[in-house]
């Protein structure tokens, strides 16, 4: 037991720790959710235009949808691991470091691709597109943390 912290204040501490990430991995599940809605309908949009290739700014939108959906995933499951992690520990520091990095990138993108397709300025979306696939790669190889 921690110094002066009785059983029902480090069982709060822990529930709302526990709750706490619950909550974080439940909205990026209902926002990656979303975004595989919308990359669907926009599949299924172009798939109704019946044109045989898809225009290099379709590919571009849809890149960014699918990066979307794979930084929803990879914060989601972010939360369970950091769950685990030992608290103060120069690891979790750096790995919730990188997990606000991410969040922050990943809620720009997210703005981005929730524009109409015709007001979304092509080249900020390829642009941060690759910047946060890169920096998706760089934090799933960088562990362990």
Same mark, same amino acid.
């Given at each position: 037991m921690e110094k002066g912290k009785s059983n029902i204040e480090m069982a709060q501490a822990e529930l709302d720790?526990?709750?706490?990430?619950?909550?974080?991995?439940?909205?990026?599940? +209902? !926002?990656? %959710?979303f975004s595989e809605d919308q990359l669907r309908k926009f599949i299924r949009d172009? &798939?109704?235009r019946k044109e045989e290739?898809?225009?290099?700014?379709?590919?571009?939108?849809?890149?960014?949808?699918?990066?979307?959906i794979e930084c929803r995933?990879?914060?989601?499951?972010?939360?369970?691991?950091?769950?685990?992690?030992?608290?103060?520990? +120069? !690891?979790? %520091?750096?790995?919730?470091d990188h997990?606000?990095?991410?969040?922050?990138?990943? &809620?720009?993108?997210?703005?981005?691709?929730?524009k109409r397709f015709v007001e979304i300025d092509q080249k900020d979306l390829m642009n941060l597109t690759g910047a946060v696939k890169q920096f998706v790669k760089n934090v799933l190889a960088g562990g362990p943390y």
């Open positions: 720790r526990y709750l706490h990430c619950y909550n974080r991995f439940h909205s990026h599940a +209902v !926002g990656q %959710t172009l &798939e109704d290739c898809e225009k290099p700014e379709e590919r571009v939108f849809k890149n960014s949808l699918e990066q979307l995933r990879v914060l989601k499951y972010s939360y369970a691991v950091m769950y685990y992690m030992k608290d103060g520990s +120069v !690891g979790k %520091t750096l790995f919730e997990q606000k990095m991410l969040e922050s990138f990943t &809620e720009r993108l997210s703005g981005l691709t929730e």
